[in-house]
């Protein structure tokens, strides 16, 4: 992409992480670290507790027990959201729908006076270019498809020029092209820029083929962490299954009924 911004990376540290809603224990002992300017991709089972951890990183969920640092700073310290520039890609976009795609994409650069409306426009378009989304512009995110509001939401944390970058399920309701598409436009990001990425996801060949290191969270802890290598080579029934389901047609929970109609 054209006029890359390099960034200062930041690490990111959760140490020990337990997170409950009333009853129900969420996290239950959570620690990894992700080196400046690595991708990390943290998977895990729907309901494990992705969407609560990366929360924790924007401030928007306190730790019951436990740290979570970014650059060696409390996350939920306001002096810490105010150093260090983190953007998040929200798993539903979190887009405002009052205003245009264009607009939405140019908000952060403008509040912040960070360029002219010359270079903001030429920063959005290439970004557009990029995720296939040059035509929707003076649409509005309400009139686009989930695919299509799903690249938005990643334009919009690329185009702040972050350090730090949480995308919380990229590549889901993408068809498969694009989702490959995302994931290349995801590892080059990091490259050029240098910013750290973590990456919850689902999809596997974005975890495999571009993370530094991955974990999976299962029942409110890790119970694998290493490189895309060391997981392929995992022989733990429990990661083998969530990797590779087998999905078995004559499993009776599969077969229709002799009654069904
Ligand atoms: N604010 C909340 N209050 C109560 N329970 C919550 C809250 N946020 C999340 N939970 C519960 O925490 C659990 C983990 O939710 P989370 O959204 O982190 O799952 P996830 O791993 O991101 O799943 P998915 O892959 O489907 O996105 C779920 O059981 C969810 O209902
Ligand atoms: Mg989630």
New binding site residues.
């Given amino acids: 992409m054209e006029s890359t911004v390099t960034v200062e990376p930041v690490s990111v540290s959760i140490e020990n992480l337990y997170k409950s809603?009333?009853e129900?224990k969420?996290l239950r002992g959570v620690s990894f670290d992700v080196k400046p300017g690595e991708i990390f991709a943290l998977m895990?089972?729907?309901?494990?507790?992705?969407?609560?951890?990366?929360?924790h990183l924007v401030a928007l969920?306190q730790a019951d027990e436990g740290e979570v640092l970014i650059g060696g700073e409390p996350a939920d310290d306001p002096g810490t959201q105010g150093n260090i520039r983190t953007a998040m890609v929200f798993?539903a976009g979190a887009l405002f729908n009052s205003m245009t795609v264009y607009d939405n994409l140019a908000l952060y650069p403008r509040e912040h006076r960070l360029y002219s409306e010359t270079v903001i426009w030429e920063k959005v378009t290439s970004v557009m270019r990029a995720l296939s989304i040059e035509g929707a512009g003076r649409k509005i995110p309400a009139e686009l498809s989930g695919g299509m509001k799903k690249r938005v939401s990643v334009a919009r944390a690329i185009i702040m020029e972050p350090q730090l970058i949480l995308y919380?399920?990229p590549t889901s309701e993408l068809d498969p092209i694009l989702a490959a598409t995302t994931t290349e436009l995801i590892a080059t990001i990091a490259r050029e820029t240098g910013a750290t990425s973590l990456v919850?996801t689902?999809d596997r060949n974005l975890a495999l083929s571009i993370a530094d290191r991955m974990a999976l969270?299962m029942d409110g802890k890790l119970v694998f962490r290493g490189t895309p290598d060391d997981l392929r080579n995992n022989n733990d029934p429990q990661v083998l299954e969530f990797m590779n389901p087998t999905i078995d047609p004559l499993n009776p929970r599969f077969r229709k009924q002799e009654n069904d109609v």
């Fill in positions: 809603f009333g129900q969420v895990g089972p729907s309901g494990s507790g992705k969407s609560v951890l990366m929360r969920e798993q919380d399920e919850v689902h969270l």
